[in-house]
């Protein structure tokens, strides 16, 4: 059925060629029985994009997911049930916190961050551009428009972890 084609199409594909003009050198990321991703890259820079379109690759509904948790956005998704987690979002400012932090990172945190951002939107457009369904089986029960990642996306998930993470 054209599901189950959809479906299948937006898993992984481990077994390609890519160039992008966001790396200096060759990467590689190869894969073991598991799928377990391992990185080769000549520079930070590299290896930091190279991890985030791996992660990308395997994690994109999860990270979409709690990007917009961050935001104080998931009821745009999910309706009413997620405006309890809205409220609280937006009252304790995760993502706008996040984005005062992206302004005051180093240079070089930021040149890290940036080159992350970018494995990660190198998949979007990817899987965009070749038809490879939306680059994960979850994004068929909902129809997020997947804006790019930036790094305060990834500094709001950190602080949203912290926070989940705490007992008080």
């Known amino acids: 059925s054209v599901m189950i084609y959809l479906a299948l199409n937006s898993l992984p594909q481990y077994q390609q060629e890519l160039e992008s003009t ?3 050198d ?9 799928a377990i991703p391992y990185i080769s890259a000549e520079n930070n820079s590299d290896s930091l994009f190279a991890l985030g379109y791996a992660h990308a690759q395997d994690r994109l509904w999860q990270m979409v997911l709690l ?10 998704i999910i309706g009413a049930d997620g ?15 996040a ?25 979007i457009k990817q899987i965009s551009k070749s038809s490879m369904g939306r680059g994960s089986p979850e994004f068929f029960l909902f ?5 790019p990642w930036r790094p305060a996306d990834s500094i709001a998930l950190l602080k949203l972890l912290a ?4 007992n008080k």
């Open 143 to 147: 129809t997020p428009k997947l804006s």
């Open 22 to 24: 966001d790396i200096l």
């Open 67 to 76: 990007r917009r948790i961050a935001q104080g956005r998931l009821s745009e």
């Open 83 to 97: 405006l309890e987690s809205d409220m609280l979002m937006r009252t304790l400012g995760i993502y706008s916190s």
């Open 99 to 123: 984005k005062d932090s992206e302004t005051e990172q180093t240079e070089t945190t930021l040149k890290l961050l940036n080159s992350y951002s970018n494995g990660i939107n190198f998949f």
């Open 26 to 34: 060759n990467i590689t990321i190869s894969r073991d029985a598991y």
């Open 163 to 166: 926070f989940q993470s705490t």
